[in-house]
């Protein structure tokens, strides 16, 4: 595939954003520091015509590994890379590579198309990365999609699917009612959140307890001590298999395709930045995602740089 760019302005999918600004101000006094503040070097190398490229990333694990991966991947072809881990949520991470802020994050299409047309049809992986071009706003782009995919999921304990005798989310609708789920809190407003359940499956949950950790611990230990009955965890994420926990099928694609990329700000990309970013693309696959996330929240405890060097090392794209 190649390089996705709009040439014509929109000003669709910028709604939200004010609010996700107040969000970032929200984290910065929770936190006690801006997370759009002072980058953190991932690389050194000579700067290129382009100059130094930030890369951003959203507030979960993989979002991390992945924009380590990038940055290694460019420095690894002389393009100068630092990073911005842990911006947040997409609202806030697109808004800064819209500004500048950064330069690139990485993002998950399906998720990506509808946060810029909220009335975005599209459910596979190709259409979606067609519709891509004319959605986004002048001045951002995306690279090439990787076969790597990570979907959200509805996830249920073994217990809970005997018990309700539970298979899909079809099923899942019939109890909505008596369920409470773990989620971010921003599943209770994004299309394939509250309002795709209900809309495509009639599902209106009791409750919503929300994390911020992606699916991660805090959101598993809540399921298996059965705090909540369901939670929104990534197919990526290893406590799945772990924990022998059961994935809801989704026979009416609530959840779109969600293909790896990059997102970039068009002002300072390289067409070396591209190439190097794109041959990460070609070799990311589902099973790297899940390795590294096990890597990262796994008994190894790697941070996510170091599991992004040793991923860039087995590829041959660090030597």
């Known amino acids: ?34 997370p759009l503040s002072t980058p953190t070097t991932s690389a050194a190398g000579g700067a290129t015509a382009g100059g130094s490229l930030v890369v951003g990333s959203a507030d979960f694990p993989e979002s991390q590994i992945v924009a380590e991966i990038y940055a290694g991947a460019l420095t ?35 998720n990506l198309l509808s946060h810029v047309d909220k009335e975005a049809a599209e459910v596979s992986a190709e259409d979606i990365y067609k519709a891509l071009p004319e959605k986004l706003p002048q001045g951002l782009a995306v690279l090439e999609a990787s076969k790597a995919e990570s979907k959200d999921a509805m996830v249920v304990t073994k217990a809970t699917a005997e018990k309700y005798q539970l298979k899909s989310i079809e099923d899942l609708a019939k109890v909505c009612k008596d369920l409470t789920m773990a989620a971010p809190a921003t599943f209770e407003t994004r299309a394939y959140g509250f309002p795709g359940l209900k809309a495509n499956y009639g ?9 911020s950790d992606g699916g991660g611990n805090l959101t598993l230990q809540a399921l298996l001590t059965d705090e909540v009955q369901v939670a929104d965890i990534y ?27 990059p997102l970039y700000n068009t002002a300072k990309m390289t067409d070396k930045a591209k190439e190097a970013l794109n041959n990460v693309s070609k070799m990311l696959t589902t099973e790297d995602l899940v390795n590294l996330n096990r890597a990262v929240s796994g008994s190894q405890k790697q941070n996510a740089k170091d599991a992004a060097a040793s991923w860039l090392k087995d590829k041959g794209i660090v030597k």
């Open 76 to 110: 690894a072809a002389g393009v100068t890379a630092t990073t911005k881990p842990n911006i947040g949520a997409r609202e806030i991470y697109f808004k800064a590579v819209q500004d500048g802020s950064v330069d690139l994050v990485p993002d998950y299409s399906g």
């Open 203 to 211: 599902c209106e949950l009791k409750a919503l307890k929300p994390f």
């Open 235 to 261: 197919t990526t994420t290893p406590s799945i298999a772990d924990n022998d926990l059961v994935v809801l099928e989704d026979p009416k694609n609530n959840f779109k395709a969600q293909q790896v990329l």
């Open 1 to 34: 595939m190649k390089e996705i760019v709009r040439n014509n302005l929109t000003r669709r999918g910028l709604a939200g954003l004010a609010a996700g600004v107040g969000l970032a101000v929200a984290l910065t006094a929770c936190g006690g520091s801006d």
